[in-house]
């Protein structure tokens, strides 16, 4: 038992340094070089060393290292949600339709109006986020409406791929009748980036993304009961219909705010749940859900400080950068798992 | 012991009941029943198996009775109060279940799966108390799967597996204990461990226990009572010895091939020659060669020693005389007996 709970608080600890560290990592490094020594006496003193070394630091580096902290945290913890509630190693934000969603009601707005708000570029900013949003919300509230029909999980989440199918061709059939302009904002918006939520926009999306970390850490005994599926939590007394209700919201409202105000960013939420039960052995919300706000965390701000490598002119994409990341380690883990199952 | 043995209800007051009870699902063109009017007692302290062919609906049947599935209409009591009337917490700790669902969590060992009993009984965050780790190491101990206890899931064989699950319901501390088909995946030493183990809770601690099975005559030897369903047919519940006597197994399971044997309280599977055998002997070798004559689809008949065809001297040394044809000869083993025949 000691050696267990040492190895939680050890893992823990680990995952809680490298976020550190990559955190300050992204505020020091970019394609502007700036000094560790300036960086601090800017950070933490007032003393103004160069308006425009300020500026970067801290109305550029700074909102883009928290939002990329906050978005992976959000979406790690939305694919952890997904996972344990659909009892499916494969569930995430994006298998579940949500980034869909979030990306037709992108596709809407930018595909079909882009043209005229683009004149006006906060409102073209704030209606690509409230577009994603309701694109979202409204692939969360089907899924919410199906869960309460269909009792089935695995049917649940076919229906959920269905919908991201769905959504994704007919982005295709919009994308065909937009305007070159129209259609290059989109494929913009489709890279992802975490340099699009300034500190009027912060405020919206952390107090949404802490208010939405906080339910799934209360939700950590439901969420270890629904690991041994419908039957046997619904004899240890979880009603499963209001719960599984409450999942899927948090879940989604995590993913969403994420999508609408970064773009899609794949991979988070299918890899980091897997990176995290594998480092602590053990499937137990009370020790990973911890472990993947943490380790998400560190996964984004990791992507970003590669997106953002001095020497790159402006920023790679951040959807290809957490893809290319993400993807082998989820083979790997799934590789791993089966070579074990058939030792 | 005292915490898991405990199930505060005196002996041979009925923890379960049920009357005019309909079981089944609900559909768009009306219901579908599974099972109608089934009246039934569960009394403390009693193992009852449910047996019936697959599709009577024992599944459902169970189901609904713990509490899983709603009935499609009548009305269960547990202590006395009717199900409904039960908050799903006080549920919890009234009917635990061990179903046929496979529970395989990547990463969670024994010890972890068996302490998700302790649930209904844990704090907002699930932890468990010193009291609660003692209860779950009893209900390990009761199974004997203590050593088992840092094994992860993936690698037990079914029956550990069926033992760890059990586990998890003694750890719920429920005076009623529901299994479904706890036995379909185990060899034969693992199917009568497992009835053994499920014996002990019965008459040692107290716990009512309602299971479901195809084996019939495992039930006979070990059921206080047996309940008996068929699609379309009434439930038929009795003290399986009573059930035998009144030919109850033989109207239920009987097909053109199949017989029940109420002599040896199990199956007989039909195939006769038509031709008739004598035979004199009363011994174990006497026995077991009546039962290679008639898996041999002989109609075995037992004549005085005179008249008979074989004639089984026990021994020691058995001696085998076969009297058929004009000259009588002896043989060795079963084997040659059939052989020659």
Redesign the interface.
Known sequence: MDVNRNRTVGITLLLLFAGIILFFANILLGSVPISASAVFRIVFASGVTNASWTTIILDSRLPMALTALLAGSALAVSGLLMQTMFRN?LAGPSVMGVTSGAGLGVALVVLLTGGVLSRYFFFANLSVILAALVGAGTVIFLLIFLAGRVGNNVILLIIGLMIGYASSSLVSILQYFSTDQNLHAFVIWGMGSFAQVGWREMYYFALVILLALTAAV?L??PL??M???E??A??????MRVNRLIVISVSGVLAAMVTAFCGPVAFVGIAVPHIV??L?????H?KILPGVILCGASFTLLCNLIARMPGVQGALPVNAISSLIGAPIVIWVILR?RE??DA | MKKVTNTGISPHVPVLTASELSVGYPSKNGAVVVQDDVRLKLFSGELVCLIGPNGAGKSTLLRTLCGLQEALSGKIFLSGKPLQAYTRHQLSTMVSVVLTDRVVVDHMKVYDLVSMGRYPYTGYFGRCSVLDQEVIMEAMELTGIGALSHRYLGELSDGERQKVMISRALAQETPIIVLDEPMAFLDFPSKLELMQIIKKLVRVHGKSILLTTHDLSLSIKSADWIWMIAAGKRMQRGVPEDLVLKGAFADYFNKETIHFDANSGDFKIDFKTGKNINVWGNGLTAQWIRKALIRKGYNVVDQPKGKADIVVDDGPPPEIKVNSGTTPFSVNSVRELLLKL
């Open positions: 190693p209360l950590i005994k270890n009961l690991l041994l599926g039957n046997y619904h004899n240890l007394g979880l009603n039960r594998n602590y052995h053990s499937n137990d009370r798992n074990r199952s």
